[in-house]
């Protein structure tokens, strides 16, 4: 089975990280990976350096095989961010996937068949991960506070 880490980021409502978690918790059982960590941020501004390193040595310890997050724009805020950030997790041997599905032309770029392509994966949330999507990117959540 192969192995992921769950990250989610720019949230501060207990309410919406845990409905994020359990669809990615979803996405993962219908990719059959092994959850290894659960790992988060708080911050807009996609990946942080420190997390990006951070899964790269988990790599090296925990031979993980995947990043799941809701969507691209907790990996990156910019389509350079994103890409350099698959680009370099790719290099140890991470792919980076999305409950959204919204990583192909990412890797389109890349030239790279890292991602399952799979269009049926987030059928049953769909509606749901459309809507977190939605709330993370209108910044409502991180201006409740």
Known sequence: MNKAVIYISGTTNETVNNM???????????????????????SQAGMSMPMKYSFIGMAEVEDIDAVVTLSSAMVGTADKEVIDTIELLARFGITVETA????DEYYDALNSDGYCGCNDCNADD????????????????????
């Open 20 to 42: 994020i978690v359990e669809v990615l918790e979803r996405y993962c059982e219908k990719h059959e990976y092994e959850i290894v960590a659960l790992l988060g941020e708080n």
């Open 100 to 103: 959204k599905e919204d990583m």
């Open 126 to 145: 769909s509606e749901l991960v459309e809507e977190l999507d939605r709330i993370f990117r209108s910044g409502i959540i991180s201006q409740q506070n």
